[in-house]
């Protein structure tokens, strides 16, 4: 099969012409804005609805059912089968008592027993088939007296947020390629299906694993929704309009997570917020049949009738066209086979790969890269899910995230018009990191303190992502631009996944250890973000060779 001509009208410049005027005012500019920034807000409703999906009982403990059995209450029991002097709120395992033995007695001469015999060893809850943990938690609260989500079970828990961020990754390959290859819009339309079906399974499942595989959908459905609206957004605005919108875009995401505040406070059953999250999405059916493929994407496939219906809202005319292609007549035809086009961009995305590491300046910024990507996103998720850890309100600190990120995407703005990339990373990741580790210094009762510190931590995060995604692209030539931010933003999510373990796993370890991990990796992420080359006072390179003739000039 062989590939379509260069031009299959020549209607080229006159559908960009007017794309450049339709994009500068007017209603489909506005069409475009709504349609695009709006699915966002869904993508903010998942990134931390853990913390109310996932929250922990405030008490739990083992039954043994012989002993509720023969009439004891469950403070008898615990006094008995809690190891320890004193009752602790969560507990996993109990004494190795025989107690089919203690059932045959009174409270009293049980613990008479019991106190006159070596205490036994400590066992897990289920090492005896019929005990169960009991819940201090409401009905339908949350997921994990549904599905024992605690103790041997509590890396479950965790991995319900960490198959969001594992969707994300599978999404950002998976989408981007059916966004470059069969277009920007029937990405969107599969990533809106995905959310639909995905959101659908978490509510009414009653398996764990279908409920993880919901979550997984969820994550891969966001990376749909959120890359082919964004590119269809600045693909198809007037530059005048392309930073605020921009800016909007981002901002959607922390609107989406406000709503989730106010969605959680009122649903306090965790599958009737799970469908009120859901339900909004039933409104991308709307988006996909409003929404347009991007004319730029079709110019680039050389699909210009289509390209031009979109933008003029009518068919080329015969004439038009002859017009056009007496113009385009010159042009040079592309018969290359479509394979040979695919192998093509395999061996160039290899050659990009390996152009990375070709020489040690460019292997020395990009790991250092690699390491800020992954510091940088496992801060701002563990900063995201971290309110237990901290004794926080859950609601109010949501909402925090939330209203913290708003200005956080905004004023970077202002502070790269007179600061360089390099000491503008420095100052946002020195502040986050202080702040974030000043919290050892605050006794745990004032949680209200610790929080404006850990919020005060997240804000230097978040404002660090703006420069820290423009300082990445001008770190790199051309030719390798592309899978300098492709593999950074892979460590990015390697970043996230790990953070749910950190807060979950570290944090039961000590509620201090998740802030103190990223105060220390953010403040190391400063200082080595200033062993890269300033950039904003300097040309973008295009090959590597350039780079490689700077530095002996330099030299």
Known sequence: ??????????????????LAKIGS??????????????????????????????????????????????GWTP???????????????????????????????DFDEALHFTQEMQQPETVSCRSRPENYYHYEQDEGTSIVPEWDLVCENNVWRTTVQVGLSIGKFIGASLFGVISDKFGRKKAFVGGATLYIVSGFLTVFTKSYFLFLLGRIGLGSSASGLFYAAFTLLTENIALKHRSWMSIMFTISYP??????????????????????????????????YFLDESPRWLVSKNREKKAY??????????????????KAEDAPADSDPSTSRLVSKLRNSFREFAGLFSTWTLRRRIFICYFVWCVTSMSYYITAINADNLSANRYMYVAATGLVDIPAYIIPIFILKYTGRRMSSFALYLAAGLSLLAVLAIPREHSTLIVAFAMFGRFGISAVYAVLTLHTAELFPTEIRNSALGTSSTMAHVGSMAAPYIVDLLGMVAWYIPTTICGSSILLAGFLSLLQPETGNRDLKDHVQQEEEEKKINA
């Open 25 to 70: 005012s007017g209603p489909w500019l506005w069409k475009i804005f709504i349609l695009c920034v709006t699915p966002n807000i869904l993508n903010g409703f998942h990134v931390s609805s853990y913390v109310f999906l996932g929250a922990l009982p405030d008490a739990y403990y083992c039954v043994v059912p012989e002993l509720l059995e023969a």
């Open 1 to 18: 099969m062989e590939a379509p001509p260069a031009s299959e009208t020549g209607l080229k410049p006159i559908i960009l012409d007017e």
């Open 309 to 326: 219906n979109i933008v003029f809202g009518k068919k080329p005319s015969v004439d038009l066209i002859f017009k056009a292609n007496k």
């Open 75 to 105: 403070e008898q029991m615990r006094n008995i089968t809690t190891p320890g002097d004193t009752l602790p709120a969560h507990s996993c395992g109990i004494l190795n008592w025989n107690y089919s033995q203690l059932s045959s007695m």
């Open 255 to 288: 609107i989406g997570m406000l709503i989730l505040t106010l969605f959680a406070y009122l649903l306090p059953l965790w599958r009737s917020l799970q469908l009120a999250l859901i339900l909004p999405g039933l409104l991308l059916i709307v988006h996909c």
